[in-house]
């Protein structure tokens, strides 16, 4: 056998080991790159809602329990995107332990820790009901968003220039503008207390779940509440320090619940506005599910159906009147096809009566209402097979 032939031969042999080689190296490794892509949890919470959007605003889908074994399909902030079953929604990530085998979700990692609070930067408080961000320092510049009561923002210029208040260039998650000094606060003071609602909470050093965890408290545990950035509150701890909890976690006396997770942005026509107030309108309303019906009832303590209408709306400023029949005097009157969330609906519910029931419209062809028959505060459909013929008018409160 000459040079040319073994040569021949040699290479026949080489090519066959270089395809295998590579097959058996994906054989190898493509089950740890599956795996990056399958990722399994495990509920810790004795009960956890299962929303549709990642935020404590979204409508509620499911519960899972404790020990509930799921799938983790994405992250988004402090949330996970997770399928049980058929069941498929958003979930809390600090009552969710990842198995060892997974991998973290892609930028959970590396996530900084939002900066609200932290000690290097100069924070304020919003004190208005609701604080203009604009453009440039003073009230001639352009309205960008505004800014709720109760927000802490990050202070990253001063000008003194335009009035004896000063102006401030704030930050507030993707917002930043120039709001008034007059209506920011620089004082230890509480704006709400509340009352920590779940077995264990963990309280972070920071707004978000890569803070790390400093303490926990129990269930019942009462809580001071200095401002809120985002979801997250800010709390004082015993020795001092000031820590995060998560907000639905807490339930507190005022009606922080109602807020949004960002600043509004500005509408010249003024409908963005309105229609995000419908909207806080009735996320705070779903606060009180579940609480009982008592006749007369105004409070947290117990409702009848205009007690609860007139006390959420004083939530926001808005004036009511105390019984059903004198609501519906109050507003615009629209027709069921032009409802909106927020719109309140009304009922006879007695023939001899006339108006004697009132409900808050949440939108999907559902209201809200302390129902004296079931004894609670509860939503039903307005084609319900009691109600649906005995709507007797609608009107809007928020134009």
Sequence with gaps: MDNNEKAKKNTKVKIPLGVFAVVLLFILYSPLVYADTLKEGVITAECLNVRQTPSTSATVVGQLLKDTDIIINESSNDWYNITYGDLKGWVFGDYVTIKEASTPSSGESSKPVESAGNENNKTGVVTATVLNVREAAGTSSKVVAQLENGMEVKILEEDNTKDKSGWYKVNYINTNGWVSGEYISFKDEPIDEGTVNVGVANIRVGPGLTANVVTQLEKGNKVNVYSWYGEWYKIKLEDGNYAWIFGELVTT??????????????????????????????????????????????????????????????????????????????????????LRPGDLVFFNTDSRSGIDHVGIYIGNNQFLHAASGRGKVLIDPLNHSYYNGRLVTARRIIR
């Design 253 to 338: 006396r005022k009606a922080l619940a109602s807020r949004g997770n960002s600043a509004s942005r500005s509408d010249s026509n003024g409908e963005d506005r309105s229609g995000d107030l419908r909207q806080r309108v009735v996320n705070y309303a779903k606060k009180y599910l579940g609480v009982k019906y008592v006749w007369g009832g105004t409070s947290p303590k117990g409702f009848d159906c205009s007690g609860l209408v007139q006390y959420v709306y004083r939530q926001f400023g808005i004036k009511l009147n105390r019984v059903a029949a004198d609501q519906a005097k109050q507003g615009t009157k629209v027709t069921r096809a032009q």
